[in-house]
């Protein structure tokens, strides 16, 4: 369990009450809400009457809403400590190159999706449009919503500039754009999917682990101890714009020979001869999937050409960060099931001999393509769950 606002700054009662109230929903968030009240009360060391009495407090704001197990013994029903039907609520998004998507996330993590539109791939009918519905939600939901999570398929900056390189992206005002009433947390995807991995995926409890997410090129990112690294400026870890499998083409971000030009949608329709680039084709990459499942020779081997760049790049990372697991996510996914024997095989060729002997595990991710949301949504939950964030939402609501 993470430790939030810790204690020893907790020198009355009530600072240490306030300090209860927070570590109990943030539990309660990260164990998904499946868990009793008396294993929430032991796994945090609580006193049976104090775990009571924060649980009824937090209930009166309207943070927590108790609801008996689904199943029990005899006796007094066991009760499951879960979100509020007037509570907190987060909004997600994920800014892909071709589409965006919305989210209303509770306590917990339950989502809902609310809205789910294609874009032109410029900025202005990306986020523009992205800016009125989340106006429009904003307005609905209020006074309910949290905050705004925003991920986005490229570096972001400072500010929540973000350059795409393949969309022609140049330090594009993300918040500026959204014109919402509170600035949104803005995010890379893959370092968001990466957090969501740490906190409900494969890299839970893992202390480094790298995640990749592949889409239209590939993204990564390095986890330690539960946070991605961001870097000194905050567009650290771009592994896809790294020479990692011996490639001389030019990239549109400017540099030679990058990993994400041979792994994923643009690299699978370049092995065909399709149209590819600028957010366009998803349809055509999901088809050519589809077609490899079915065994058609040529989908199949630009699969395994793809595959085989992926696990050759993994290696090189591996190599450098000594990972206890790695993660995929996206096509990611779709490239371990269809050609695994060809990724790993690049992999184990590309890996230092002191390393074959316990190479780290390639996992595909069980979040799949909601992993950047998640870790959006985990973004605007993690500023809430403060003590001073609680107290405002408790001061309003009681």
Do not use: K
């Not at 190159?97 to 809205?115: F, H, K, Q, S």
């Not at 450098?320 to 697991?325: G, R, S």
């Amino acid at each position: 369990m993470r430790e939030v606002n810790g204690a020893a700054g907790a020198t009355t009662s009530g600072a240490l009450r306030a300090h209860n109230r927070v570590r109990l929903l943030r539990a309660v968030h990260d164990c998904g809400a499946s868990l009793t009240r008396s294993r929430l009360t032991r796994d945090l060391g609580l006193a049976r009457g104090t775990a009571s009495v924060l649980v009824g407090e937090l209930s009166e704001s309207g943070l927590l809403l108790e609801e008996p197990a689904p199943e029990h013994g005899r006796g007094r029903p066991t009760q499951i400590p879960g979100p509020h039907p007037r509570g907190p609520i987060a909004l997600a998004v994920d800014v892909r190159e071709d589409a965006w998507e919305v989210v209303a996330c509770e306590l917990g993590g339950r989502a809902t999706v609310l809205a789910v539109r294609p874009h032109d791939g410029t900025p202005e009918d990306a986020l523009a449009t992205l800016g009125a519905a989340l106006r429009d939600h904003l307005e609905r939901l209020a006074p309910r919503v949290v905050g705004t999570g925003v991920a986005v398929a490229g570096p972001v900056r400072p500010g929540g500039l973000v350059d795409i390189a393949h969309l022609r992206w140049n330090s594009v005002d993300v918040p500026g754009l959204l014109a919402l009433p509170r600035p949104p947390v803005v995010g890379n995807d893959t370092a968001f999917a990466g957090l969501a991995e740490a906190r409900r995926g494969e890299l839970r409890g893992v202390a480094v682990g790298l995640h990749l997410h592949v889409d239209f090129d590939l993204g990564g990112v390095l986890i330690v101890d539960g946070r991605p690294l961001a870097g000194a400026t905050g567009v650290g870890a771009e592994f896809g714009h790294m020479p990692l499998t011996g490639g001389d083409a030019p990239c549109m971000c400017g540099a030679y020979g990058c990993w994400g030009q041979e792994v994923g949608t643009n690299a699978l329709l370049r092995h065909l001869g399709l149209a590819h680039g600028g957010g366009r084709g998803r349809e055509h990459a999901e088809r050519l999937l589809s077609a490899a499942t079915a065994g058609e020779e040529g989908a199949a081997r630009a699969v395994a050409s793809c595959a085989g760049a992926l696990g050759l790049g993994v290696s090189a990372l591996v190599n450098a960060h000594d990972p206890e697991v790695v993660t995929l996510s996206g096509f990611g996914v779709d490239l371990h099931r269809l050609a695994r024997p060809e990724l790993m095989e690049r992999f184990e060729h590309g890996l230092m001999a002191i390393r074959r002997e316990r190479p780290p595990r390639i996992a595909p991710s069980a979040l799949g393509w909601r992993g950047s949301l998640i870790g959006a949504m985990e973004s605007v939950f993690d500023a809430f769950l403060t003590v001073d964030a609680v107290d405002r939402w408790r001061r309003a609501h009681s």
